[in-house]
């Protein structure tokens, strides 16, 4: 049976990928492509935060109660990778590769970080809380992500 954590895991595999591809375009100085491939990781990453944000995270937190717990820190935690994605995007932009480099870094980092968090914590809290309500959410966020 699909579960959030099993569903929201293959979406961050999908994204990270992308992320790969722009890394080996950069490595092969093909900047075209990575531009590319970071416009689709950029892409599924925004998909993938509204999707948490519009959908999942207000679910959970009207079914626990709890708002200022680990969704408002996955949602800061969004609003840097935001951040970090547009600095990134305006490196490959100019074509200043070593800027790039550093930006996706540093993303790399963070993303690892966050979607640990989500994977073995936030995840399966939202499994176990939202139990009755999982096949209309997991049938929401499919429908969120699918329409990229």
């Known amino acids: 049976m699909t579960t959030i954590r099993t569903f929201m895991t293959d979406d961050h595999h999908r994204c990270d990928e992308f992320f790969a591809e722009a890394e080996q375009a950069i490595g092969k100085k093909n900047i075209e492509a990575a531009r590319a491939s970071f416009g689709h990781f950029r892409t599924a990453v925004l998909a993938h935060f509204d999707s948490e944000e ?15 717990g680990p969704t408002q820190v996955m949602r800061m935690e969004h609003q840097q990778m935001r951040d970090l994605m547009s600095q990134a995007q305006a490196a490959i932009d100019a074509g200043d590769t070593d800027e790039y480099m550093g930006q996706a870094e540093t993303l790399l980092i963070m993303m690892q970080q966050h979607n640990m968090k989500e994977e073995n914590m936030l995840y399966p809290m939202c499994d176990q809380h939202l139990s009755a309500e999982l096949p209309a959410i997991l049938e929401r966020l499919e429908t969120e992500l699918c329409a990229e």
């Open 54 to 68: 519009k959908t999942l995270f207000p679910t959970f937190e009207a079914k626990t109660g709890m708002t200022m």
